[in-house]
């Protein structure tokens, strides 16, 4: 595994902004990482992500070498724009215009945390969609919320069908899984213990529900919403 040059991590950690320089010295390293995730031995490693599977400076985020598969979670753009406004404390409106755009997820040097490359949510979906060298399944937010019991019975088919890994108990387990992820238990665990995902301006598991958008976007931010997501938002039935 390759280690990190001391010229590469000062560009990185030296400064209070991520530039451009410190974003290719990131990007370099995106594969090794997640090389020595897997290093220790050869168990499944779960790793949750907000970045888009793009490809930087040459440098791509991940491949067939490090992640045998993965599973996309999508969320309707509109209510997107909603719990992104309230994590980051914007207005709708900046917030609007930040997700229509090409960005990283803030440049600001923040302890424990690295850029992460989100860019625009079409985009984020299509990086994901064109990466068919491994299994991979998509799952809408959405059908988590209207039907949880059918949403997890696809994933553990994904697991066995190709992995080969069966679950025992499926049934009792699957009935563990809805009631310790059910959103007033989140919140709870959130309230006493925390959780690092929370931003200094909201707790993280704040609402959960859908359709937040409607009544709260305007209709010109509607509008301009469908127009750059047509044709995705068609595709996954938000429109």
């Known amino acids: ?36 995730i897997n290093y220790h031995n050869n168990n499944f490693k779960f790793f949750k992500t907000h970045n888009a599977r ?17 599973i996309y979670i999508i969320r ?3 209510d997107v724009i909603m719990s992104y406004s309230k994590w980051k404390n ?8 930040f997700l229509l755009n090409n960005n990283i997820m803030g440049t600001q040097n923040t302890k424990n945390r690295m850029p992460e490359f989100i860019y625009n949510w079409k985009d984020h979906y299509k990086s994901w969609k064109s990466y068919i060298e491994v299994p991979r399944l998509f799952i809408r937010y959405e059908d ?25 108990n499926k049934n009792i387990k699957i009935k563990n899984i809805i009631k310790c992820t059910e959103f007033e238990n989140l919140q709870k665990l959130e309230n006493d213990k925390g959780f690092n995902e929370q931003s200094e301006h909201t707790i993280f598991f704040r609402s959960g529900k859908k359709n937040q958008w409607k009544n709260k ?9 469908k127009k750059y997501f047509e044709k995705e938002m068609i595709q996954l039935k938000y429109i």
């Open 90 to 97: 914007s207005s709708i409106e900046y917030t609007v215009n």
């Open 144 to 168: 988590l919320l209207n039907d949880i019991d059918f949403e997890i019975n696809r994933m553990i088919e994904f697991f066995y069908k190709n992995y080969n890994i069966e679950i025992e």
């Open 54 to 70: 793009l490809r930087f400076k040459n440098y791509y985020y991940t491949n067939q070498i490090t992640s045998l598969g993965f």
């Open 217 to 225: 976007l305007t209709k010109n931010q509607e509008v301009l919403i």
């Open 1 to 36: 595994i390759k280690k990190i040059s001391l010229n590469d991590y000062n560009k990185i950690f030296d400064h209070n902004i991520y530039n451009e320089e410190a974003q290719i010295a990131l990007a370099k390293y995106w594969i090794e990482a997640q090389k020595k």
């Open 76 to 78: 309707d753009p509109r």
